[in-house]
């Protein structure tokens, strides 16, 4: 096991400089907790993104694979469900709370995909967990376990490479981080993600949901519409917010310290860059200032 060891070290690294040094605790104390969602579309909840897990005749179609220390109790945690092939994974996104365990999946014989970007910045980055084995520039689908899955490119939001997975027959969606019920939407400007791509994307959202669809965030839990429609409008009452702050000749320091965001900050400010008022005002501000 000396590679899950290598990649256990390297994930941790790369949660430090991600999040600061609070979050790189210890992962023997993680706990995986499979949630049924519709039809055999369930998520494991455990440390990082939720991991989509959809089973049937098949074999194992999976989303995202969180941290590569905690590959084998995700693998008992399916084990509960299925004990089909463990087929397809399917990454939202590079980030390693989503990525960390593909170099794991890969040896078990998982064959990983994910958009152009995603490989890309992962190598990029220097993150030495496997990329994806299989790329696309737009949208794939998946045609397993009675139904068909479709996985599409959104406007650029928490990333350049972010995806959305929909289960047509389940009428489930997994959104990757582009939308989250733990803190403001978190947009990774250095990774190509965009505040107004992030309103842009929630659209999205709501255009391919109904009022029955289940939607499965990157961290948190399960929504419908209503809900996404609320963070929507959230972000565009900020963005306006913002905008009109930037016509009166607002500096970005200014813009954080004038109370933009005060009646959603209890609710929904993050801490530090990862979901916080300031690191999406930042990003408000670097989309809209100077056009
Ligand atoms: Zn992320």
């Not at 992962?27 to 993104?49: L, R």
């Not at 519409?225 to 016509?247: E, G, K, Q, S």
């Not at 929904?268 to 990862?274: A, F, P």
Request: glycine share 10%; no cysteine; hydrophobic share 40%.
């Amino acid at each position: 096991m000396r590679n899950v060891r290598q990649s256990a070290a390297a994930a941790a690294t790369i949660l430090s400089l991600l999040a600061g040094s609070a979050l790189a605790q210890d992962f023997d104390s993680v706990e995986m907790k499979v949630h049924p969602v519709a039809g055999n579309v369930s998520y494991i909840e455990g440390m990082g993104g939720n991991i989509g897990l959809f089973t049937g005749a098949d074999g194992v179609f999976l989303i995202d694979d969180q941290y590569a220390p905690l590959t084998e109790k995700i693998v008992a945690a399916i084990r509960t469900v299925s004990d089909g092939e463990l087929r397809f994974l399917v990454n939202t996104h590079m980030h390693p709370d989503h990525t960390g365990g593909n170099e794991n999946f890969g040896k078990l014989g998982t064959t990983i995909f994910g958009h152009d970007n995603v490989r890309s910045q992962m190598a990029a980055a220097g993150y030495d967990e496997m990329p994806p084995l299989i790329t696309f520039n737009d949208n794939i689908s998946f045609h397993i376990n009675g139904e068909t899955v479709h996985v599409f490119k959104v406007p650029s939001a928490h990333t350049n490479g972010d995806v959305f997975v929909k289960f047509e027959g389940s009428n489930v969606v997994h959104t990757g981080d582009v939308y989250r019920t733990t803190t403001y939407a978190y947009v990774d400007t250095s990774n190509g993600g965009s505040f107004l791509g992030t309103i842009e994307a929630h659209n999205v959202l709501l255009d391919v949901s109904d009022e029955n669809t289940k939607i499965v965030p990157g961290h948190g839990v399960v929504s419908d519409v209503d809900d996404v429609r609320a963070v929507r409008d959230m972000l565009v009452v900020i963005r306006d917010r913002v905008a009109a702050a930037i016509r009166d000749g607002k500096s970005l320091q200014e813009i954080q310290a004038a109370g933009l965001t005060a009646e959603y900050d209890e609710r929904w400010n993050g801490e530090g860059r990862i979901g916080s008022a300031d690191s999406l005002l930042s990003a408000a501000y670097a989309d809209m200032a100077g056009n």
